[in-house]
């Protein structure tokens, strides 16, 4: 399937996206149940931004502010129930607890939490009843997500997610074009991945003839970011029961592909996962 093309405007087009669902599962799910948004890698709560704007911010000329991914769950028309906001780093938790104030209708709703995002996500997921829905929101600056956080989101059954999965930056730019993967990146690969199947997918073998010896066998590099996408999608589809959509968004800047949005819906009927496989689809598709 053919993907939408990809250019600075990433990060704004990520948050939109991500946005525009959550404005879409707080009004199509029954009053019935409690709805709680994580986002597990919330930030500051606001983006520096400039015209050449990178996905992960650190821009030296700021022409102003975008709203974050905290603040956009928030604005929505119909609130969810309960917000967890958490980063690692202590001082963007501290910044995060001006939400509160800001938004003092929800600010009882509001729960920040300073911690490791896994952990929090495998909390959280833990933490969910019968009644309880939820929507997810993982946005690494790197390979942080491991596998067993999916297995767990997967597991719980009623957790829609949204990963942004660092398909050029994180696994494809790793591999040197010889087949050498860099030696500080296999450990996280291994976590990421929940094995170390990923390399058959990166790296190839051949063989060559050789005048002097018997023939050599090399390895080359094969790992693209769009191939790396698939295979991700085809693995995360083994533990969603078929709830991955096969449509992603590619994120970047100047032309190269570092991310992949992707999105997955882990209630197992199949009606709830064709909906919003479906909506996901439109909102990534929206111009």
Known sequence: MSQKPFGSSGTVKKLETVAGYASFFTKALPSYFNLHY????????????????????????????????????????????????????????????????????????????????????????????????????????????????????????????????PAGLGVARQIK??????????????????????????????TKPDLFSDDLTVTRKIATAEGITRYMIKKMGMIFGGGVSQSWLPLGRDGRHNFSLLFACSNPASTAKGLAQKVAHEIMTRK
């Open 177 to 206: 074009n010889a087949g050498d993967i860099v030696s500080d990146a296999e450990a996280s690969l291994d976590r990421m991945f929940g094995g170390g199947e990923w390399r058959e997918e990166c790296v190839a073998l051949e």
């Open 38 to 165: 994580l986002d597990a890698f919330a930030g500051t709560g606001e983006i520096p931004y400039s015209s050449d704007l990178p996905l992960i911010a650190g821009t030296q000329d700021i022409d102003n502010v975008i709203m974050g991914s905290a603040r956009r769950a928030l604005s929505i028309s119909r609130p969810f129930d309960r917000y967890v906001f958490a980063d690692l780093k202590r001082k963007n938790a501290v910044s995060l607890r001006d939400l509160q104030s800001e938004f003092v209708s929800l600010a009882n709703r509001i729960d920040i939490q300073q911690g490791d995002a896994n952990e929090v996500t495998l909390k959280f997921c833990e933490s969910l009843e019968r009644n309880d829905r939820a929507l997810v929101f993982l946005d690494p600056f790197g390979n942080q997500v491991n596998w067993n956080t999916l297995e767990a989101i997967a597991a719980t059954r009623k957790i829609d997610l949204w990963y942004l999965f």
